[in-house]
């Protein structure tokens, strides 16, 4: 080793020093990640845990995972650090993966192919039913997203020929899914000048 480093010299040395010292002063900091596990309702798994989305205010993160041999989504609450369940969003020997979420995560748009080919639903968490919404449109599909309210979903399609872009409107009569209220932030009350 030390035939090794009088090789380098001091000046590819000190260079060396400053790129292990860079990797490792950047490698920690800022990241929340959870440990990956072998077993449990957490983020990360031994498994591919892949196509992450963001609820509005980052409470919510919905992904596709190859969990229990199977593609299927999941819901993380990112504050409690748990799997919330999404009951009936995942049946058994089909497909579903490329999910998104609407603003306060009620809806989770993704792709399934329980009816035998790749379709759009939507997930309600509230009702926890899923709605086809291109049933009848005959061409393959991928990439869906859903708006902030959740009354549209946005998906690429090849009906034309090419990939393309459609636009879904679930309706007006829709509940819609909106980002919680926040308190308003006050600005200090300065007190009243005094006099000298």
């Known amino acids: 080793m030390k035939l090794f480093l009088s090789y380098l010299g001091t000046s590819n040395l000190t260079f060396l020093g400053l790129i292990l010292l860079g990797l490792g002063g950047c490698r920690e900091q800022g990241f929340l ?3 990956t596990q072998t077993f449990g309702s957490t983020l990360n798994s031994v498994v591919a845990d892949q196509q992450p989305r963001y ?8 992904f596709a995972s190859d969990r229990l041999s199977q593609r299927r989504v999941f819901l993380y609450d990112v504050p409690n650090k748990r799997l919330i369940d999404l009951p009936g969003l995942n049946p058994p020997n089909s497909i579903q993966d490329q999910p ?3 603003a306060d ?6 792709i399934s192919e329980q009816r035998g080919k ?3 639903f939507v997930y309600d968490r509230q009702s926890f039913e899923s709605e086809v919404i291109t049933e009848n449109l005959l061409a393959e599909v991928r990439h869906p997203t859903i708006s902030g309210n959740g009354r549209f979903v946005a998906f690429e399609s090849n009906r034309s020929g090419q990939w393309d872009i459609e636009i879904y ?7 819609q899914s909106l980002p919680s209220p926040q308190q308003p932030t006050q600005a200090p009350v300065s007190p009243p000048p005094t006099n000298p």
């Open 33 to 35: 990640t959870p440990p």
């Open 55 to 62: 609820s509005y205010d980052g409470r919510y993160l919905v």
């Open 100 to 102: 998104d979420i609407s």
């Open 105 to 110: 995560g009620r809806y989770i748009v993704y």
């Open 118 to 120: 790749p379709d759009v």
């Open 169 to 175: 409107d679930r309706g007006s009569n829709i509940e």
